[in-house]
């Protein structure tokens, strides 16, 4: 993106253009902008914004990295704070005409570097979801996955260790048996920890250090202390990584579990630990998240040219808008509405992506052209219909995402 700030009288933007190319804008294009008769024009690979203090120049390019790939809305848990108790949304599995649909869109995307097998439901539900794995990595890429661990089988391990999956990230909230249990809906620690070990064990057998092993732990109230437990678990079962994350809440209830914004709650930074990976040997480590709301506000999604795609096809720019639901902000209700900008069986990744609408919504995340609602007094009701006192909609305003105080692998 280049801007040319305004000065009284508006710029001439092909002199503008000449510092990245050698190229005209046409002269409709131009006097258009320049007598703020419209606000966006296109030309050629470039699309031309007129901004508040100038003009943005977008290049219109296919440069997808990052694909996230939600292959069901349906699991075989019952968490107590997961969003899934919140919504009244389809549970469903992505069908073989939509995943073929996005195979195709993913061979042409010349940039594209991983896909992530995640969403909001559990990937190794879906029936078919060891060819899914074998299929996206047959593309040259990166491939993760994210599961509570629980039906990691013997045969499900052993397909996704010999599908050459790079990462493989598991839920894991407690080092504590109990705890653990009350946290995932009853899900049986022991089990799980059996079930990793199992990835370690096919893992070392082969003499690959892959999958890389994560733990994905959600930061409550009821289990910041148990952080400092994480190293000696993730020594233990060939974890490398331990990422951890913020609540998200989703009903009052979760609001007083929230672990962020409190003075007195201070999140453990354990020293890192040494973990055997086949002929490997690898040092762990843990990412933690931001504690406050502050000024820093970045889009990992955007900035990271990701692009989320759910199990119906629909395409959104985030993981914050891929559903409907609600969610507390600090103890304010916010309904957020899903925001589609396509669906991939109807137009291709690359169209999508490409379109007009979705390139000024990356401008817009990019830049941060949203209020500060945490800030703002005002307690209006804009929040129920994701919108803000900027006339954003969808707003970000108040994405704790943005934030770092909640994340995604």
Known sequence: MVLAPRYGSPPDIRETLLIEETKKIEDDCVESLSSDRIPVCQWDQWIVEHTSDGYALHRIAKDVRKVYLEVTTRCNLRCANCVRNTWDEELADMSAQTFNRVMDSLRALPELREVYFGGFGEPLLHPEIEEMVKEVKSLGIRVSMSTNGTLLTEEKAKALVDAKIDRLFVSMDSAQAQLFSELRGGADFDLVVENVKRIRDIRERKGSRMPTIGLEFVVTDKNVNDIRNLPSLAREIGASIILLTHLLPHNEQATRQIAYGDDNIEIPRPEGWA??????????????????????????????????????????????????????????????????????????????????????????????????CVDCGANCDLRQNNEDRWANSPSCADCLWAQDIVRCP
């Open 275 to 372: 973990v055997m990976a086949g002929d490997y040997v690898m040092w762990g480590t843990l990412s933690t998240p931001r504690n406050k709301w502050g000024a820093y506000r970045h889009c990992r999604f955007v900035n990271d040219k990701g692009i989320v795609i759910a199990w119906d096809g629909g395409i959104s720019p985030c993981y914050a808008l891929m559903h409907s639901y609600p969610y507390f902000v600090f103890g304010k209700r916010k309904r957020v509405k899903r925001y589609l900008l396509g669906n991939v069986n109807e137009k291709s990744l690359s169209d999508i992506w490409t379109s007009k609408e979705y390139i000024l919504f990356r401008s817009k995340v990019q830049n941060f052209r949203f209020p500060s």
